[in-house]
């Protein structure tokens, strides 16, 4: 039997009023609804995770929703052949044939520009880099192949505890059918928690976290989403996902990434943008506003509690 001391009680009372806490207790649901009246009278659903450096749990909108991730899974993959890297099982200089007739054709590859010839090598380190900052479908796929395939990235998340999650279909499988896209999704949830193994720095070695974060951070697509509102400065690790517009709609419009705040603290933030018959512009802008959102929203529990 649990007895509860005068001393325990008068601390949980401090606890409960605090600064710190009126401000969690308080200011969360204004959070959300300053999110739902930037998602209002879209054309679009989306899905959002807020996850603050203080938060127990995140903020999520539409949380029962799944959504396509397009590319974000590039991020699933990174961490699987890292890991994989770490236990001695690949290597970064190891090479890799590349045959041009083999490689998915007419498809978003900044690699198969770079490299000239019907066949080169290139290193794992070169794939990842490619597959992670520059979104490059080719390079994931051959990394696929490295690990034994999709079915094999979705046993390694589930692993980690994060199930509500499905990989099912590379990219050259998801180019063949649009609809196999709806196949790899993930709910709100799952995708701050894998955010979360990355900003904990506990599934990887100090030099693949490195790696990691330093391809997260120069990520050259989708400029105008979670950073588009952010000070010029703001450091982001971050990765997109593109469905691209088919019959006036866009399937995924995503972004999911680790803002760093002034003080040094991570502020984790996911949103998903999909169905919506919006244009790239508005989808872009409501990643961005929400972002902005939630950065300036921390920024205030911040000097909230510091002394004057």
């Known amino acids: 039997m649990t007895f509860i001391t005068k001393s325990m009680l008068q601390l949980t009372v401090m606890l409960l009023f605090s600064p710190i806490a009126l401000l969690v207790y308080a200011q969360s649901?204004?959070?959300?609804?300053?999110?739902?009246?930037?998602?209002?009278?879209?054309?679009?659903?989306?899905?959002?995770?807020?996850?603050?450096?203080?938060?127990l749990e995140p903020l999520l909108l539409s949380p029962f929703e799944k959504f396509p991730m397009q590319s974000v899974f590039k991020l699933h993959l990174a961490l699987l052949v890292l890991e994989q890297i770490d236990a001695g099982k690949l290597a970064l200089n190891q090479s890799v044939a590349v045959k041009r007739k083999e490689v998915l054709q007419n498809t978003w590859a900044?690699?198969?520009?770079?490299?000239q010839g019907d066949e080169?090598?290139?290193?794992?380190?070169?794939?990842?880099?490619?597959?992670?900052?520059?979104s490059d479908n080719v390079a994931c796929d051959l990394l696929f192949e490295l690990v034994g395939g999709p079915q094999a990235l979705q046993a390694y998340v589930h692993s980690l505890g994060i199930r509500e999650v499905a990989i099912v279909a590379n990219e050259a499988e998801m180019h063949a059918d649009d609809q196999i896209q709806y196949q790899n999704w993930t709910s709100m949830k799952a995708a701050a928690l894998v955010l979360k193994q990355v900003e904990q720095k506990q599934l990887l070695s100090p030099t693949a976290q490195a790696l990691l974060w330093k391809w997260m951070v120069e990520t050259t697509t989708g400029p105008q989403r979670l950073k588009g509102l952010l000070p010029v400065d703001t450091e982001v690790a971050h990765k997109t996902g593109y469905s691209g517009i088919r019959a006036g709609k866009t399937a995924a419009t995503n972004d999911v990434?680790?803002?760093?705040?002034?003080?040094g603290r991570p502020l984790l933030v996911a949103v998903f943008v999909k169905d919506s018959s919006e244009s790239t512009k508005t989808n872009e802008a409501i990643i961005a506003q929400i972002a902005q959102a939630a950065y300036q929203f921390e920024l205030k529990k911040l000097t909230a509690v510091m002394p004057n």
């Open 120 to 134: 080169f090598t290139v290193t794992v380190e070169q794939l990842l880099r490619y597959s992670v900052s520059h």
């Open 29 to 55: 649901p204004q959070l959300k609804e300053q999110i739902e009246s930037i998602v209002a009278n879209k054309s679009a659903t989306v899905g959002v995770a807020v996850w603050g450096p203080n938060d």
């Open 257 to 263: 990434g680790i803002i760093v705040l002034p003080d």
């Open 110 to 115: 900044p690699m198969m520009k770079e490299h």
